[in-house]
């Protein structure tokens, strides 16, 4: 993998996140992506060279892998604030996990437009992050899992329309991206990593599927932590990848696998993260896209993926915040805040967690294992 020279990477935004929400008792009710924006400008790390607001992605462009009637019924949804019971059932609009809410169609076409475009962006090459993607549990004819549209799937096909011929999708969000492994399950083209908590929604990415060869699930025990992950992405992800040669890598980094994330029982810091990242980039793929994903503690996915994007440019990370990016810290509100009302002082003054080592469990040593006699075989 021999890599043009980049330019500075580029950061897809939108202002639709700061005012939208699925609902006041929704997990996504909270700011995410616009604290990442702010954080990332408080500290100096956003000019607005590498700054590009998202355009909304008009219906005809989601036909690529959503089906117009889906599409029809998600407009129809919006606009009308309601679904029938016929609808609810067919497509998943309307339920508790993808609710009825003013944006609901706006929202995630701005984050599907994002994708689209960075497909066409990275072209010549080149890295992109988009935070407000990485809903990786839509389906063609249907939403799931806070997902109503399928944008990482969107961009890989945007990818390959502008040259892209071998992609690594890699996803380190705490759910099983089983959207995306439906889009390219036996393709051939295509290599997709997960690790995702095992037992947990949706259930699906088992140690054993392969989805025809191309895909590599790694369930993982609760308490998962930073050493277990190190060991992961040195055994099995960055030999992967590399061995795949791909000329584009996507990189969901769902921001649920910490330890004070409320839908996930992972304990990783977010340093793990970082450090998957770097990996990724030492690799020098001609292209490189990473998306958001999950994440429901306000403030610890909008440290994190301020300090992806940080990782992204080479910043160092301060120990102590300087009062700007403080202040957008504590400004944040979170009702149910698993810490309670009294949050810990390092989630206003810092971005980097203290690292999060342990022991390695004997589930773990056995998946990357088995990973591994999978990718010798397929030598």
Request: charged fraction near 20%; aromatic fraction near 8%.
């Amino acid at each position: 993998m021999t890599a043009p020279p980049r330019t500075q990477p580029l950061f897809l935004g939108s202002e639709i996140y700061r005012g939208s929400s699925y609902g006041t008792w929704h997990p996504l009710r909270v700011p995410r992506v616009s604290t990442a924006m702010d954080l990332s400008r408080a500290m100096g790390w956003l000019p607005p060279a590498q700054y590009l607001t998202s355009p909304r992605a008009k219906p005809a462009a989601l036909h690529v892998w959503h089906t117009p009637d889906y599409i029809a019924a998600l407009q129809q949804a919006e606009a009308e604030q309601s679904v029938s019971d016929a609808v609810r059932t067919r497509h998943g609009l309307g339920t508790v996990s993808n609710p009825i809410y003013p944006e609901m169609f706006r929202r995630p076409a701005t984050a599907a437009g994002a994708s689209l475009l960075a497909g066409e962006l990275l072209k010549d090459g080149g890295t992109i992050y988009h935070p407000g993607g990485g809903t990786h549990h839509g389906f063609p004819d249907r939403a799931g899992g806070f997902c109503y549209l399928n944008d990482p799937v969107l961009a890989m096909l945007s990818l390959r329309r502008n040259g892209a011929q071998r992609i690594a999708y890699l996803d380190i969000d705490a759910h099983h991206c089983d959207g995306v492994e439906h889009a390219f399950a036996g393709d051939p083209d295509t290599l997709l990593i997960s690790v995702h908590e095992d037992r947990r929604w949706p259930f699906t990415g088992a140690l054993e599927e392969d989805g025809g060869g191309n895909c590599l699930n790694l369930p993982l025990p609760r308490g998962f932590n930073d050493s277990e992950m190190a060991l992961i992405r040195d055994d099995v992800i960055l030999p992967a990848v590399q061995g795949f040669a791909p000329d584009a890598i996507v990189l969901q980094c769902g921001a649920d696998a910490v330890t004070e994330d409320p839908l996930s029982r992972l304990t990783l810091s977010n340093n793990a993260h970082w450090a998957v990242l770097r990996g990724l980039m030492n690799l020098n793929a001609p292209r490189l896209l990473v998306l958001g994903g999950g994440g429901y503690n306000p403030w610890s996915v909008g440290r994190l993926w301020t300090g992806v994007w940080a990782t992204l440019n080479g910043h160092d990370i301060p120990d102590r915040l300087p009062e700007a990016a403080e202040s957008v810290l504590r400004a944040l509100q979170w009702e149910k805040a698993r810490a309670g009302r009294n949050p810990p002082e390092h989630w206003f003054t810092t971005l980097r967690d203290t690292p999060r080592p342990g022991p390695i469990s004997d589930t773990v040593r056995q998946g990357v294992r088995h990973l591994q006699g999978r990718l010798k075989r397929a030598v």
